[in-house]
């Protein structure tokens, strides 16, 4: 009995123990200077704010919320209709969608690249964001205009195995 207890109690010890913490650095991407614990001036200053941005605060996430609600219904009429829907709401579709993973790189990039830290590369990564945005919503203009549309294209890949097996057999 005494030996079982111990044996939980070195595992719950053994659970909570904490290694070291490490931040997170990306290799290639150099770095600013950081001063220890990351704490800029001195104690003993004043602290200030930032200035109150509502686009880069209740706005911004209010923007994200209803790109991700609006999704639901977009994903799911595709679905129930069997993978034919009108040109509009093909297009809404994709137009969300984009909005909705520009939104999750963004916050990736300001999480795991900080201005504070990479700098310029923050910029950058920022800029390449847009740019490789502005080429999607460049191919979903051709996607909508030349093909199908994205749920035209992607039901299309989704019978090619059972198209190409037919054509095999004839």
Sequence with gaps: MLQRSF????????????????????????????????VVGTPNDAYHPPAVDKMHGSYHWDFERALAVAMVPLVTIPLAAGGSISTVADSLLASVLLGHVYIGFQSCIIDYIP???????????????????????????????????????????????????ESKKD
């Design 7 to 38: 044996v939980k109690e070195g595992l719950a010890r053994r659970a909570l123990q904490c290694t070291a913490r490490r931040n997170l650095t990306i290799p290639f991407l150099s770095t600013l200077p950081q001063k220890a614990g990351g």
């Design 115 to 165: 201005a504070r830290v990479y700098g310029k590369n923050h910029n950058y990564a920022m800029y390449l964001l847009t740019l490789g945005s502005v080429f999607s919503a460049l191919g979903i203009y051709k996607l909508e205009t030349e093909e199908n549309g994205i749920i035209g294209v992607l039901s299309r890949l989704w019978t090619a195995d059972r198209e190409s097996q």
